[in-house]
């Protein structure tokens, strides 16, 4: 009962731009999440669940009957909040 991982195309490039340990902690954290996602993730105004990480924050659309999570947003948290 694994879900896959979709990337928005800004989250990614948001990846790319981050050091190379960061980002590769990023990565593992939202990859290790899959097998049992819902205990990782909290409510996020309705629509969004959101995935703690450190300093950031990942904003995930969850799609339970295709067993989708796509990344939307990720970036620091002082900042994710404000969008």
Do not use: C
Not at 6 to 15: I, P, Q, R, V
Not at 35 to 50: Q, S, V
Not at 71 to 77: F, P, T
């Amino acid at each position: 009962m694994s879900f896959s991982i979709d990337w928005d195309e800004k989250a990614l490039s948001f990846l790319k731009k981050l050091p190379k340990d960061i980002s590769k902690r990023i990565f593992n954290k939202i990859d290790s999440i899959k097998d049992n996602p819902f205990r990782y993730l909290d409510n996020f105004e309705g629509k969004y669940h959101k995935l703690r990480i450190g300093d950031y924050r990942a904003l995930i659309d969850v799609d339970t009957e295709n067993k989708i999570l796509l990344v939307q947003v990720l970036d620091k948290r002082g900042r994710v909040y404000k969008r």
